[in-house]
């Protein structure tokens, strides 16, 4: 059943209620703001794409910092996305093919074993591939959640980047979703808020996780 999502996107020229650019004698314009919507979502043609929850990096300290994370924001929201009727994809590396930065979080592991969720391997799938098989399930939306923001969910061949290019209306969820930081931002995170005002700004709308789950649980946005 379609259910609303509020979403917000950042722009330096002035956009309609839509999103496009909202244009002056044919011509866009400057009004530099922050842009709401409330978009309509239809689940079974949505995914929520999972790039990369690993807990084998070699990286204490990665594992533990985007652990949290995992357990905390991305395994609910999974699991509330499920109930809603989306499709979920985890995208990750495969362990036969590589020895670290493979193994996904127990949880998404024992839904993929008992076939809730799909996953699919970075070693068989590239942009062309995923868009294809996306298209041939029906699937228009995605909405990105995992690690890192500003390497993988980005930037892979199956990452955002690629995906805007092949069409699809993407959305990204911030709190389920962290960056690899510098030396002193840890704490406030200033790489991954440079990150996600990137994205606001062309690649997605973004979602507060809050409000995803509100409305993954039929609440009133």
């Not at 530099?32 to 204490?60: C, F, K, L, Q």
Request: hydrophobic share 35%.
């Amino acid at each position: 059943m379609t259910y609303i999502l509020p979403t917000y996107s950042l722009s330096y020229f002035s956009l309609t209620s839509e999103g496009d650019l909202d244009l002056k004698n044919a011509l866009p314009y400057p009004s530099e703001g922050t842009y709401h919507y409330r978009r309509a979502i239809n689940p079974i043609e949505s995914a929520i794409i999972v790039m990369d929850p690993w807990i084998d990096m070699p990286s204490e300290y990665l594992n533990d910092y985007y652990g949290k994370i995992s357990e905390t924001k991305i395994v609910p929201l999974v699991k509330a996305a499920r109930t809603k009727g989306h499709p979920v994809i985890v995208l990750t590396n495969d362990c036969n093919s590589v020895s670290y930065s493979c193994r996904v979080t127990d949880e998404l592991q024992e839904m993929i074993d008992k076939n809730q969720i799909n996953v699919f391997y970075h070693q068989e799938m590239d942009g062309d591939r995923f868009s294809d098989y996306l298209k041939r399930q029906n699937i228009n939306t995605l909405a990105y959640v995992g690690f890192a923001s500003n390497m993988c969910v980005i930037g892979r061949k199956t990452g955002m980047i690629p995906m805007k290019h092949k069409g699809f209306r993407l959305f990204f969820v911030p709190e389920a979703s962290a960056a690899v930081e510098e030396q002193g931002t840890w704490e406030d995170q200033s790489v991954h808020k440079a990150t996600t005002k990137l994205i606001s700004q062309w690649i997605a709308e973004i979602v507060e996780y809050e409000a995803m789950m509100n409305a993954l649980s039929g609440g009133v946005p």
